[in-house]
């Protein structure tokens, strides 16, 4: 079997991002953008309109949307391969939006979910990622980050964690830059196999 473009990990755990990494919201994103253009427009512009509460409801709004998000390629498969309490989720996502995107992907909880209005210091910080290990049974250092985005792969290498970048959102060079530890175009690339001791022997295929 050639090794050609092939690097191989070990780990105790998985943490996911959310949108770019399971799963596709850039339809979506893209049939509301006018709508996103408008709410910061309105915030600049007469902030006495855009009240806390309004922002909240367009956000729920948009969470309450679900035509054109998707799962990602191979997803699916690699999460059927994962025992629940061996990986988890930090998303920038509200709890809100996060627990309707899982219910619309029809994509498992993990044993940790945390996200962004549930930490003091967001992306690029480390603490959302040091908080999904923690709660996971490990450390930042034992554990694989899959981001799509270098704020991302910033606070999941903050926190120690070997990090493997999709390019779903950002070129190879944006995320590489970023201090990902390798690149691939889907995480379709991406298989692993269960140790006798319980950790994860990890293959990335070819690499960007």
């Not at 850039?26 to 806390?52: D, F, M, Q, Y």
């Not at 219910?103 to 979910?113: D, I, K, Y």
């Not at 999904?132 to 450390?139: D, M, P, Q, S, T």
């Amino acid at each position: 079997m050639s090794t050609e473009n092939t690097e191989y990990f070990r780990t105790k755990a998985f943490v996911f991002d959310l949108d770019g990494t399971l799963i596709d919201t850039t339809p979506l994103i893209l049939e509301t953008s006018h709508g996103v253009r408008t709410l910061e427009t309105i915030s600049k512009w007469t902030p006495h309109k855009a009240t806390p509460n309004y922002i909240t409801e367009f956000e729920k709004n948009l969470a309450d949307e679900w035509e054109g998000v998707s799962v990602l390629p191979g997803i699916t498969t690699l999460l059927q391969k994962v025992p629940s309490n061996k990986w988890g989720i930090f998303t920038s996502s509200s709890e809100y939006m996060t627990k309707k995107r899982l219910e619309q992907c029809h994509l498992p909880t993990p044993h940790s979910v945390v996200c962004g209005d549930m930490v003091e210091r967001g992306k690029p910080d480390p603490e959302g990622y040091l908080r999904v290990a923690k709660e996971l049974g490990f450390e930042g250092k034992d554990v694989i980050v899959f981001e799509d985005a270098p704020a991302g792969i910033k606070s999941a290498r903050d926190a120690g964690a070997t990090v493997i970048a999709c390019e779903t959102t950002h070129t190879v060079d944006q995320l590489k830059q970023a201090g990902a530890n390798c690149v691939v175009s889907l995480l379709t690339e991406v298989d692993f196999t269960i140790l006798p001791d319980g950790s994860f022997e990890v293959q990335v295929k070819n690499t960007l």
